[in-house]
């Protein structure tokens, strides 16, 4: 038995660390936190000190009762858990609740899982940083708290089923905040002058008016004014410049060039960045310093002295905005400068590449630059045109890397022929462009994150699960419309004639940008009227830097959540019973057949279109809202062509066709088939020729290709790629096959391919009561029973599980019956008696 036992989060973090240890340590895996607050109660005594109510969730008794015994037998335990506010709690949580003995436990720390790492951490052990569990603790109360009594307040007021939280519900307030700015917006035209000039060696270059023309009339006038002129050199100046690199990476900088360069989710970055860190090619990626150790930044000018020279080398310390109390003091950077690139996943490689670009780039020299500045005049009017470049006479550290940006107007200087001042030019033309000012852009998952992080709101290890918890609320989502066309108007002066075009340009799109959905807009309205306090950008970031401070122990926690809580909990409770219900209803006029109110609102199963009130004495009508359709957008003409659905088309093949609007987008039905309209195909618009040219294709692709053990074959293409479908099997049809040209060979060999994992993942299976367990992913299995299926955690062994302990697992997953009590009859009064 090992002397040592070291207990880290991760098993992924476990195997690598056991490889640089010897005999006498045993790593071991927590799995994350092993205790937490109740999941069906609030678990804080806010009558009282605020204390935490922690206990062993049924996932985790295993992994704490084996990690107790490990612990019994071992000299030493090691609480090697990261280095960050949770892993100081997960620390304290597994000292308390495996009962450590104080003298032979000890807790260590390192930012980069490499040997020397771990051997300086095991060489400098420190005890638990209360201060730090302390900011975790306060953190985690406040946000339960939050989230605890204010979803109730939604749930009555507004719909079942919603849910409030401090930073998320800030979150989605920029998002809406931001769409109501681009909603009040008036596009405003004027036009741009540009032109190209050549010089006496003929080589041409670019150049504009610094100013826009308000009207066409006044651009057209302009440019008559050009047709006769002679063009020359007004002043000419060259002035060195230089570009500096950026900081190497934050956890917030990840995500956002991560999301620009690579496209990533921030909580795909953050999942692949975990795994770097976890292999030992990455420091710890939850970080707000933008420091590296004197270690690191001898690493990076070695390596760049020997892969691009000594000229290239200019190490330097950077200092960050963030105090940066709770996190690890480096930023993220490779473990070893002189890995260029690792051989692993292609994502997890595209990203270490980028942090080992940063982290290099940032220790090189500066680019060093002549810009060049040109003025040029007319002789027919006193107007002057400018024209720009810039040319690299030193690359620097662009040799290896440049900062990327959200901004979608930045416009790349590029090299001027040799010119000099009184030269004469020869204009080749010049345009007025009708130009339309922009809305404010609508944030991408990487300009939210910057936000934020501007604010002071939410700290590096939030902001992943905060975005994908807005959007698996249904609160705000990823945009899909591409644009609408809007045409502009261009005038052209060339050989002394001015010509007019009309261009068309896409504007308008939000694909891949966050839009807030109707409930995401009524809960923030409802949420900033009533709880403007908590809503407050100030406010959230106040309570961020509280954090900080009880992480320094400069704060007392509780009396914190004391002083938060006396002016949040009487508010809760006045909102509750006082506030009106609020539904986000918007009146759009009047019913021309009946005379009755229409309107749209939120409903029990969505936004939709009412016709009717309540008060009235027939039923009012309802209409589902289509997917690309708002409460806060849809006009009149567009909620009453909602009516018109389901429209019936005709008859084909003996059955009825019908058009209709569905929760997933507009569809064709036809017997019992449902078939999708095509992208941007306005439902009302499709005629019964054009739903059988849908219904034809679909019994083409729904035919079958194949007989298999008397059953059909059909082939189609689904949200996965290519498949195969067979006796109700869908079968993925990867690169090895030729898809359009599957042979009979192919078909059979996937399906029995398909038949033979479906026998190997069966662990057991108890035929006779129904119940089986099988291979699930990620390592993990499941326990099904009819439509029950519980996935179990990676810490549950199955391998020797009997039939009462699945059977215990399934009972403790049905849902339990609703039985509703009669109310006893009320009593009759006794009639009164006859005087």
Excluded: C
Excluded at 675 to 699: C, M, N, R, T, W
Excluded at 758 to 773: L, Y
């Amino acid at each position: 038995m090992a002397k040592n036992l070291v207990i880290v989060e991760s098993p992924a973090k476990a195997k690598t660390i056991e490889k640089f240890l010897g005999k006498d340590f045993k790593v071991e895996s927590s799995f994350g936190h092993i205790s937490d607050l109740p999941s069906k109660e609030l678990g804080v005594d806010v009558e009282g000190d605020f204390k935490p109510k922690y206990e062993v969730s049924k996932d985790k008794k295993a992994v704490v009762k084996k990690l107790k015994d490990l612990a019994k037998k071992a000299e030493m335990v090691w609480l090697a858990s990261d280095e960050d506010r949770e892993g100081e709690a997960i620390a304290w949580h597994l000292a308390g609740t495996l009962k450590l003995d104080k003298e032979k436990t000890k807790r260590i720390v390192f930012h980069e899982i490499t040997k020397s790492a771990i051997q300086k951490a095991i060489e400098n052990p420190r005890g638990i940083d209360y201060d730090l569990v302390d900011a975790q603790q306060a953190r985690r109360v406040l946000d339960r708290i939050v989230g605890y009594e204010l979803s109730p307040v939604l749930w009555r007021k507004i719909k079942g089923g919603l849910s409030a939280g401090r930073v998320q519900s800030v979150s989605v307030r920029l998002i809406v905040e931001k769409e109501r700015e681009i909603e009040g917006f008036t596009p405003v035209a004027s036009y741009r002058i540009d032109a190209e000039f050549s010089n006496e060696d003929g080589q041409t270059f670019k150049a504009k008016l610094p100013k826009n023309f308000s009207t066409k009339e006044e651009a057209q006038k302009f440019l008559e004014q050009n047709a006769t002129a002679d063009f020359k050199v007004a002043d000419l100046q060259k002035k060195p410049a230089k570009k500096s690199p950026a900081a190497p990476f934050t956890t917030s900088t990840l995500q956002q060039e991560a999301s620009r360069k690579l496209y990533f989710s921030v909580s795909k970055t953050m999942t692949m960045a975990q795994r770097l860190y976890e292999a030992g090619l990455i420091t710890y990626m939850r970080t707000d310093s933008v420091n590296l150790s004197d270690e690191a930044r001898q690493g990076a000018e070695a390596e760049i002295k020997n892969a691009y020279g000594a000229e290239y080398s200019k190490p330097r310390n950077y200092k960050g905005k963030s105090k940066g109390a709770q996190e690890a003091h480096e930023a993220i950077r490779p473990t070893s400068f002189a890995t260029h690139s690792v051989d692993i996943d292609r994502d997890q490689a595209r990203l270490y590449d980028l942090i080992w670009k940063r982290a290099i780039a940032s220790q090189m020299s500066e680019a060093e630059l002549e810009r060049t500045n040109v003025k040029i005049n007319a002789s027919t009017h006193k107007e002057t045109f400018t024209a720009n470049g810039e040319v690299i006479t030193f690359d620097g550290f662009l040799k290896v890397y440049l900062e990327g940006t959200d901004d979608e107007d930045v416009e790349h200087e590029g090299m001027l022929p040799a010119l000099r001042v009184n030269e004469t030019l020869l204009n080749n033309y010049i345009t007025a462009t009708e130009r339309y000012t922009r809305p404010p852009a609508r944030y991408t998952e990487a300009s939210l994150v910057k936000k934020l992080e501007e604010l002071g709101i939410g700290r590096p290890s939030t902001y992943a699960p905060t975005i994908s918890t807005i959007q698996n609320r249904n609160y705000i989502e990823k945009g899909t419309v591409d644009g609408v066309e809007r045409d502009y108007t261009q005038l052209t002066l060339s050989n002394g004639q001015v010509k007019d075009k009309t261009l068309t340009e896409k504007v308008g799109s939000d694909k891949g940008k966050l839009v807030p959905t109707d409930i995401g807009m009524i809960v923030t309205d409802f949420l900033v009227n009533h709880f403007d306090a908590i809503l407050d950008y100030n406010f959230t970031a106040k309570v961020e830097a509280d954090f900080d401070e009880i992480a320094e122990g400069n704060e007392d926690w509780t009396k914190m959540m004391k002083n938060f809580y006396k002016d949040f909990h009487p508010v809760v409770e006045d909102v509750k019973e006082n506030a009106d219900r609020e539904s986000g209803e918007r009146i759009l006029g009047k019913d021309p057949k009946t005379g009755k109110q229409v309107s749209v609102r939120l409903g029990r199963f969505g936004p939709m279109v009412q016709i009717g009130t309540v008060d009235d004495e027939e039923k009012p009508q309802f209409a589902s809202l289509g997917p690309d359709q708002q409460l806060t957008t849809i006009t009149y003409e567009e909620a009453m062509d909602l009516f018109q659905l389901p429209k019936t088309l005709g008859d084909f093949q003996g059955e009825e066709v019908l058009v209709n609007n569905g929760r997933f987008g507009p569809y064709v039905k036809f017997g019992d088939a449902f078939v999708s309209l095509p992208k941007g195909v306005d439902p009302l618009s499709v005629e019964l020729d054009d739903a059988i040219v849908l219904i034809k294709e679909k019994q083409k692709a729904d035919a079958p290709i194949y007989m298999y053990k008397d059953l059909p074959v059909q082939k189609g293409k689904g949200r996965f790629g290519p498949f195969i479908k067979w006796n109700n099997m869908f079968i993925n049809v990867n690169k090895k096959y030729d898809w359009d040209n599957l042979s009979d060979e192919d078909i059979v060999e996937l399906i029995e391919t398909k038949i033979q994992k479906e026998i190997d993942k069966v662990i057991h299976n108890w035929e006779d009561e129904g119940i089986r367990v099988e291979k699930a992913r990620w390592g993990r299995h499941n326990v099904l029973k009819g439509k029950i299926k519980v996935e179990l955690p990676k810490t549950v062994d199955v391998t020797d599980m009997t039939l009462e302990e699945a059977q215990g697992i399934i009972e403790a997953n049905t849902p339990k019956k609703k039985t509703t009590k009669r109310k006893p009859a009320a009593k009759k009064k006794p009639a009164a008696k006859k005087k």
